[in-house]
T-cell receptor
Framework: AQSVTQLDSQVPVFEEAPVELRCNYS??????LFWYVQYPNQGLQLLLK??????LVKGINGFEAEFNKSQTSFHLRKPSVHISDTAEYFC???????????FGKGTRLHILP | NAGVTQTPKFQVLKTGQSMTLQCAQD?????MSWYRQDPGMGLRLIHY???????DQGEVPNGYNVSRSTTEDFPLRLLSAAPSQTSVYFC???????????FGPGTRLTVT
């Protein structure tokens, strides 16, 4: 069965510093990978997705993620964070077009002034 | 375009009561799903559907029922509410395949 592990429950980072949020998945087959963001008291919105092709995926708000098949990872990065990036970030995986979508437990990003 | 709508936004139930959380989408999406969100647990999949008449269990299906009689609607039924079902419930929909999921605004349920 597929599963998603987000290794950090909380990540504090200073404003304008770079950040990496880690995500590992378990699957023996090809997967589709997603990162979602949830701002305080709001629903979820898509940041970016990996379907196939280039392993570096660019999303909204300056975020990007790199798919690494050998390490079964899909880490999210931003070179310089802003206070408005304060949110919870969720990694998700889908095995194939007819399958369910499973989420990780989330990582809270705290931006320090 | 309404997207994914959920009703009610807030609900308080007593232990043992039953209720239905409503979810509707107007994007003609085949895939619909229900998640619950609890602190430190992320989003856990309760049930999902890949089309009208087809439903399947997710990670935490116990205590919940679903049906999918139309493409647009995917109600979630709590048969006999328990305090452990206190949570925020999100409904989501997408086209089948690689498309992103679109989430509703959520229903905050408290069971006392």
């Amino acid at each position: 069965a597929q599963s998603v592990t987000q290794l950090d429950s909380q990540v504090p980072v200073f404003e304008e510093a770079p950040v990496e949020l880690r995500c590992n998945y378990s699957s023996s087959v090809s997967v589709y990978l997603f990162w979602y963001v949830q701002y305080p008291n709001q629903g979820l919105q898509l940041l970016l997705k990996y379907l196939s092709g280039s392993t570096l995926v660019k999303g909204i708000n300056g975020f990007e993620a790199e798919f690494n098949k050998s390490q079964t990872s899909f880490h999210l990065r931003k070179p310089s964070v802003h206070i408005s990036d304060t949110a919870e970030y969720f990694c998700a995986v889908r095995l194939n077009r007819d399958d369910k979508i499973i989420f990780g437990k989330g990582t809270r990003l705290h931006i320090l002034p | 375009n309404a997207g994914v709508t959920q009703t009610p936004k807030f609900q308080v139930l007593k232990t043992g009561q039953s209720m239905t959380l409503q979810c509707a989408q107007d994007m003609n999406h085949e895939y619909m799903s229900w998640y619950r969100q609890d602190p430190g647990m992320g989003l856990r999949l309760i049930h999902y559907s890949v089309g009208a008449g087809i439903t399947d269990q997710g990670e935490v299906p116990n205590g919940y029922n679903v049906s999918r009689s139309t493409t647009e609607d995917f109600p979630l039924r709590l048969l006999s509410a328990a305090p452990s079902q206190t949570s925020v419930y999100f409904c989501a929909s997408s086209r089948l395949g690689t498309d992103e999921q679109y989430f509703g605004p959520g229903t905050r349920l408290t069971v006392t």
